[in-house]
């Protein structure tokens, strides 16, 4: 299709865009792009315009009182200096698809808590984690007012607030990660057999350079965010002691252009893990294992380092964990090795002799 004013197709539907009064604003039509949704579009477009038109007021009550619209404008800028693009990209998602239908053109000053709280009612929430987090996002705007001085009060504060439990962990049996490597071959195996044997995340396995191996000791410094290198913060950064046998692989793979770790077959750098979560799914559909997202990996890790008596201290410190969130998500496997010893505890002695009392035949 010819290019739409005000229009473009993003994310699986159409961004809606238009600049009133040297003010961008933007809107999202969670629909396909083809005519007949983008003619809807165009209707949705020029009736905010004029929406717009109708709302705004003179130069000086723009200022004293903004639209919600304009104030959330202000916080995803100011966020850009502090915060990752995909936070930015996320708190965008959540303004354009959750907030701005429902508050975009109210002033700030007139945006009451029963605003916000039917607002929130108003969207179908996927789970309780997205929820606060969007919350989080709004709160981030009243409080872009509350900097400015455009309001004394964040009238998101007093939504209620929201629960979430993390899933439950899912690790593979150390049988299960054998059948799985035995099936890969090449910079694929490389890819999981790091992925086991370290529990990388994601986007630090795709950061890797040749230059982070260091003998047995690998020197995480980066990640892959977004398809662009990304240093990590000071406190994020951390050694890795390797096991014999991944430090094998390594010295048997390739040293590619670079130092590059992940290469396409045309020799160019690989910026994202398709290639290696699309091996991932066949690998498993082959084996007829239970599917898993491959971030199980970093699970199957922290189980089987556990299970093998390594000290839950340095297991957090080699994972990027805080002690505390290492305690809280691996409680169970932390708590198994004394499980049988506890439990024996309540087995009486053999020695043990039942008096009369205990014979129902009397």
Request: proline fraction near 4%.
């Amino acid at each position: 299709m010819d290019k739409i004013k005000g229009l473009r197709p993003k994310n699986g539907g159409i961004e809606i865009r238009a600049d009133y009064n040297k003010v961008q604003y933007s809107w999202f039509l969670n629909k396909p792009w083809n005519r007949t949704n983008c003619a809807e579009a165009s209707r949705v477009r020029r009736q905010k315009i004029e929406e717009l038109k109708q709302t705004s007021s003179s130069d000086h009550l723009r200022r004293e009182n903004p639209l919600f619209q304009t104030v959330a404008q202000d916080y995803l800028n100011a966020i850009k200096v502090r915060c990752t693009q995909s936070y930015i990209n996320l708190a965008r998602r959540d303004i354009n698809n959750i907030w701005l239908p429902e508050l975009g053109l109210i002033p700030i000053k007139n945006i009451r808590v029963r605003d916000v709280r039917l607002a929130d009612q108003a969207f179908t929430w996927s789970s309780a984690k997205r929820q606060q987090n969007a919350r989080s996002v709004l709160r981030g705007i009243f409080d872009t007012a509350i900097m400015d001085e455009l309001i004394d009060t964040n009238p998101a504060q007093k939504l209620l607030k929201v629960s979430h439990q993390n899933p439950d962990i899912d690790p593979f049996t150390s049988e299960e990660k054998e059948i799985l490597l035995d099936l890969f071959s090449g910079q694929v195996r490389l890819y999981f057999l790091l992925a086991f044997e370290t529990g990388m995340r994601t986007a630090e396995l795709m950061g890797l350079r040749a230059e982070d191996f260091r003998g047995k000791r690998l020197h995480l410094e980066r990640t892959m965010v977004l398809r662009q290198y990304k240093p990590m913060k000071i406190k994020q950064t951390r050694t890795i002691i390797m096991s014999q046998r991944l430090q094998d692989a390594l010295r048997e793979a390739p040293r590619h252009i670079s130092g590059h770790m992940w290469i396409n077959s045309l020799g160019q750098l690989l910026k994202d893990p398709k290639v290696f979560n699309k091996a991932w799914r066949v690998a498993l559909s082959t084996t007829g294992i239970r599917y898993r997202r491959a971030y199980n990996c970093r699970h199957t890790r922290a189980s089987l380092g556990l299970s093998a008596g390594q000290t839950p201290a340095w297991l957090a410190k080699q994972l990027g964990h805080d002690l505390r969130t290492f305690f809280a998500r691996y409680a169970d496997y932390i708590d198994s090795n004394s499980d049988d010893a506890e439990m024996a505890k309540l087995v009486p002695s053999k020695n043990t002799k039942l008096g009369k009392n205990w014979d129902i035949s009397q």
